[in-house]
């Protein structure tokens, strides 16, 4: 079992920065942030690896985003930049056991509780 908090959320005018925190209680293979709307699934947002930090992220936040991780604090961060009103959903961390590909919802074993971040325009 993995226990994922995250927190850093809230409101936040377009074009402001948030950083959002996942606080795992030990490391496995990576940290992925989805974010989710109503009425829709989740969407990938941006993964690193525990190991040697190797990246990923979806195509619409590349350059406004960065995902980064303390080992020593078991924490993974997401800094958000240039934030849009559609960035606007409730954004969840998720880790993977085994090694896996990042973008599918499916390789993710365990879940936090999810933070809200609301973009004003």
């Known amino acids: 079992q993995v226990q994922l908090v995250e927190s850093g959320g809230g409101l936040v005018q377009a074009g402001g920065s948030l950083r959002l925190s996942c606080a795992a209680s030990?490391?496995?293979?990576?940290v992925a942030w989805f974010r989710q709307t109503p009425g829709k699934g989740r969407e990938f947002v941006a993964r690193?690896?525990?190991?040697?930090?190797?990246?990923h992220y979806a195509e619409s936040v590349k350059g406004r985003f960065a995902i980064s991780k303390d080992d020593a604090q078991n924490t993974v961060y997401l800094q958000m930049n240039s934030l849009k009103p559609e960035d606007t959903a409730v954004y969840y961390c998720?880790?993977?056991?085994?090694?896996?590909?990042?973008?599918?919802?499916?390789?993710?074993?365990?879940w936090g509780q999810g933070t809200q971040v609301t973009v004003s325009s």
């Open positions: 998720a880790t993977s056991v085994g090694i896996t590909t990042p973008f599918d919802i499916r390789n993710y074993d365990y």
């Open positions: 030990k490391r496995t293979f990576s």
């Open positions: 690193i690896t525990w190991g040697i930090g190797t990246t």
